[in-house]
C-alpha cells in the first residue's frame, strides 16, 4: 500500500540519511571567494559572510572517502564510503563497510534525498527532514554545514562586531569571525540559534554550536586539519558532538581526496544509485 | 335425619387476593425480606445492563469524537489505502450537506503520515490537518487543551502529551514537521500552541494537529482527504445513509460503527457475554426469590393447614402462596426499578466508571476508551428485570405453591 510505503519512507528516514559532511568537505574550496585569497574583514554584512563561508565550503567537483567512526557509551562504530559531488547540490555516496551496510547508496540532489537498500533492491525518496536528521544513526546530518539552507532558514547577524583575536591551533594568534544565526518565522529548523566562529582569513569556520530553543548548546560541530590545494580549503576532521547525550560523538575523517575530479551529471541518476557512478 | 355435608363453596378470586396481600403484612419481617431480595434482583439488573450498554456506547462515542468522527465521508479508495494521494476528488458535495437533515457541521480534514522533529528527537507520526474552527463542534480535543490553547491558525501545531514528552517540546518552541507527498519533499517549522491532554491513549500518544491550510503545503492536497459530520450520538448510521445519495461516485459515508474496526468485534463480543452472564445471574436471582418464598410457606404449615380447615381448597392454598409471592415481588420490583432507574441515570450523568477504565484505555491504547466511561439509561431494562421476576413467581408457582396445594389439613395443623 502507498500508505505503508509512505511510513516505511518516513521510519527510514528516521534512523538513517543524510550526506552533510561528505558534501561539506567536498564543498571545500569553489567558487569566486575561493579563488586565491579569502578576503580578511572587517566586514559589516553579515550575510555576506556567511554566503562567502558557505561558499568556499561548496567546492568544485569531488572523489573522495569518507570514515566515521559513530561514538557511542562502551561502544563504537566504523563507516567508510566513497563519495562524490559536484561541488553544489548534488552528492552521491556508497557505504563500502562495514559488511551488514556495504551496498546501501545515498543521492542527494537538491531537495530530493534518495536511498537504496542493496538488500531489497529498491530505492526510496525521502522527505527533507532527512537534511536535518541523522545519517547512519551517526550525529552529522546534512544541515550541519552543507548547502545552502542556512541562508534560507535564518537571518544572521554578528554575534561580536568585527573580527577578534583568537588562539590558532598553531599556537598563533587569529582573527576570527563570530556570527549569530536565527531561524526564520516558519523555518524548518528546530534550533534556537546557531553561532558560527569563523577565521576570517579564510572564511573557514572552525567551528558551530547548534542551540535549543532554551539556550542550551545541543550539538556542536568542530572542523579542522585543512586540506589546502588551488585555494580551496577542505576539512579533513570534523568532529560532531551531541551536547544531550554523554559520550555521543561522531569523528568523520576525509582521505583519498581527489580535487577537480572529472564528475559527470550521470553521477547523480537513480541509475547511479543503483549501479554506481562511472 | 341427616343433611348431606356438601363442600363450601371456593371462596372468590377477589377474597383471595385480599387474603394474600393481608397475608403480606401479618408476617412483615419476611414480606420485607423477600422485598429487599426482590429489589436488589431489580437494581442489580439494570445497573448491570446501564453499565453493559453505556460501556460500548461510551467506547464508540469516545472513538467518533477523539479518534476518527461520528460520520466520515471520504474515497472508497481512501479507505482501502489512507495515503493522501487518495484525496478527494473536489468538495462541491459539501455545500449540501450543510442542509441534509441530521448534520449540524460538516469538518474537512487531511491524513498524512510526516516526521516530526524537535532539538532533541526525530519521531514518525500520524498528522491531521484541521479547520479550527469546525473542529470545536466535531472533536472533544480542542476542549482537551492542558496548556496552551487550541489552534488559531496557520503556523501552529498542536501536541499530544506524550508525543509533546517524547520529543521533549514546549509551548511557544518550534517543531518541523516534514512531509513527502503529493508535492514532493515538503518540511515546514511550526510553533507549539497546545498540548493536548485528553485520556485517551490513542490520542495522547499519537496527536499531531496541524492547520488544513498547512497540511496543504505539507501534502500537496488541494481539498481533504476526508469529511467529518457532526451528527447526534446515534443516527451516525441513519445520517451515513441519507448523505450517500449526495455524494458522487466512488465517494462514501460510513458512521463511527463502520469505522471501529476491531473494536466492533470487542464490543459485540462483549454484549453476547454480557448475555450469557445476565441469564446465569437472573437464574441465580430467580432461584433466590422462589426459595425464599419457599422457606416462607415451609414455616407456615400450621397455618396453612388452619386456612384449608377454614375452608380454603388445598388447590386455593396454591394460588394463595402464588399470589403472595406474585405480590411481594411485585412490589419489590417496583422499589427496585426506581433504584435502579436513578443508579442509571446517575452513572449516565456523572462519569463514575470512567476513573475505573482509566488504566485500562492506558493498556489499550487503540481502543479508544477514555477516562469518560457512562451508563445508559433504557426502557427495556425494566422489561429485563420484569422478566427475572416472572420466571422467580413460576418458580414460586411451580415449588412452594404446590406444596401447598398438597397440605393435608390435620397433619398440616400438628407441624411445628
Known amino acids: ?278 | 335425619m341427616t343433611e348431606t355435608t356438601r363442600p363450601l363453596a371456593p371462596p372468590p378470586a377477589a377474597p383471595l387476593a385480599r387474603l394474600a396481600w393481608r397475608n403480606l403484612w401479618r408476617h412483615r419481617q419476611r414480606t420485607i425480606l423477600l422485598l429487599v431480595v426482590v429489589a436488589y434482583v431489580t437494581f442489580l439488573t439494570i445497573v448491570y445492563w446501564s453499565f453493559v450498554d453505556g460501556y460500548g456506547e461510551s467506547v464508540v462515542e469516545s472513538y467518533a469524537r477523539y479518534i476518527a468522527s461520528p460520520v466520515r465521508i471520504a474515497a472508497d479508495a481512501w479507505y482501502e489505502d489512507p495515503d493522501p494521494e487518495n484525496h478527494l476528488g473536489d468538495l462541491a458535495f459539501v455545500e449540501e450537506l450543510a442542509g441534509a437533515s441530521g448534520v449540524r457541521e460538516a469538518s474537512l480534514r487531511i491524513h498524512f503520515p510526516a516526521l516530526l522533529q524537535s532539538a532533541y528527537v526525530t519521531q514518525g507520526v500520524e498528522v491531521v490537518g484541521v479547520d479550527p474552527a469546525a473542529e470545536r463542534a466535531l472533536s472533544r480535543i480542542p476542549a482537551k487543551v492542558a496548556q496552551g490553547r487550541w489552534l488559531a491558525g496557520p503556523g501552529e501545531v498542536i501536541l499530544g502529551d506524550e508525543v509533546a514528552r517524547r520529543i521533549d517540546a514546549r509551548i511557544g518552541e518550534q517543531v518541523v514537521v516534514s512531509a513527502a507527498s503529493l508535492a514532493g519533499p515538503q518540511a515546514m517549522g511550526l510553533r507549539v500552541a497546545g498540548i493536548a491532554r485528553t485520556g485517551v491513549a490513542a490520542v495522547d500518544q499519537t496527536a499531531v494537529i496541524v492547520h488544513l491550510e498547512d497540511a496543504r503545503r505539507l501534502t500537496g492536497v488541494p481539498t481533504a482527504t476526508t469529511v467529518d459530520l457532526d451528527v447526534v450520538r446515534g443516527t451516525e448510521a441513519a445520517v451515513a445513509q441519507r448523505v450517500q445519495a449526495l455524494l458522487p461516485a466512488g465517494v462514501s459515508a460510513r458512521g463511527v460503527w463502520e469505522l471501529v474496526g476491531p473494536i466492533k468485534t470487542d464490543v459485540e463480543a462483549n454484549r453476547v457475554f454480557a448475555h450469557v452472564l445476565a441469564v446465569v445471574v437472573y437464574a441465580f436471582a430467580a432461584l433466590a426469590v422462589a426459595s425464599t418464598v419457599f422457606v416462607s410457606v415451609m414455616e407456615r404449615t400450621r397455618e396453612l393447614g388452619v386456612i384449608a380447615a377454614l375452608g380454603v381448597a388445598p388447590r386455593r392454598l396454591g394460588v394463595l402462596v402464588t399470589l403472595e409471592a406474585l405480590f411481594t415481588c411485585v412490589l419489590g420490583w417496583v422499589g427496585g426499578l426506581g433504584l435502579g432507574y436513578a443508579a442509571a441515570w446517575f452513572l449516565a450523568t456523572y462519569n463514575i466508571l470512567g476513573p475505573v477504565f482509566g488504566a485500562v484505555s492506558a493498556g489499550v491504547p487503540t481502543a479508544g476508551l477514555s477516562e469518560e466511561v457512562y451508563g445508559a439509561v433504557r426502557a427495556a431494562y425494566a422489561a429485563y428485570s420484569g422478566l427475572v421476576i416472572a420466571v422467580a413467581v413460576v418458580f414460586s408457582a411451580l415449588v412452594p405453591g404446590r406444596r401447598a396445594a398438597r397440605l393435608q389439613p390435620a397433619t398440616a395443623m400438628r407441624a411445628d
Do not use: H
Open chain 1, 1 to 278: 500500500m502507498k500508505a505503508t510505503r509512505s511510513r516505511v519512507v518516513v521510519t527510514v528516514l528516521g534512523s538513517l540519511l543524510v550526506l552533510a559532511s561528505v558534501l561539506a568537505p567536498a564543498a571545500g574550496g569553489l567558487s569566486a571567494a575561493a579563488q586565491g585569497e579569502a578576503q580578511p574583514g572587517p566586514y559589516e554584512d553579515p550575510a555576506a559572510v556567511l554566503e562567502a563561508v558557505l561558499d568556499n565550503l561548496r567546492g568544485g567537483p569531488l572523489r573522495g572517502t569518507y570514515t566515521f567512526l559513530v561514538e557511542r557509551p562502551g561502544r563504537a562504530t566504523e563507516y567508510v564510503m566513497e563519495f562524490v559531488t559536484d561541488g553544489e547540490e548534488r552528492g552521491l555516496i556508497r557505504i563500502i563497510a562495514p559488511p551488514r551496510e556495504a551496498g546501501q547508496a545515498f543521492l542527494m540532489d537538491g531537495d530530493d534525498l534518495w536511498l537504496y537498500n542493496a538488500r531489497l533492491g529498491r530505492s526510496l525518496r525521502l522527505p527533507p527532514s532527512g537534511r536535518s536528521s541523522a545519517f547512519l544513526g551517526s550525529d552529522v546530518s546534512y544541515n550541519d554545514i552543507v548547502g545552502r539552507d542556512m541562508e534560507k532558514d535564518y537571518t544572521v547577524a554578528f554575534a561580536v562586531p568585527g573580527a577578534t583575536q583568537t588562539a590558532g591551533a598553531a599556537g598563533d594568534t587569529i582573527d576570527t569571525i563570530v556570527l549569530e544565526l536565527t531561524p526564520r518565522q516558519g523555518a524548518p529548523t528546530p534550533y534556537g540559534r546557531v553561532i558560527i566562529s569563523i577565521e576570517a582569513a579564510t572564511l573557514t569556520p572552525q567551528w558551530l554550536d547548534y542551540y535549543d530553543q532554551r539556550g542550551r548548546v545541543v550539538k556542536r560541530l568542530v572542523l579542522s586539519e585543512y586540506l589546502e590545494s588551488a585555494g580551496r580549503r577542505v576539512p579533513q576532521l570534523m568532529v560532531v558532538e551531541d551536547r544531550t547525550r554523554e559520550g555521543y560523538r561522531t569523528v568523520v575523517r576525509l582521505a583519498d581526496v581527489q580535487m577537480g575530479a572529472a564528475v559527470p551529471g550521470s553521477c547523480f541518476t537513480l541509475q547511479a544509485l543503483e549501479r554506481g557512478c562511472p
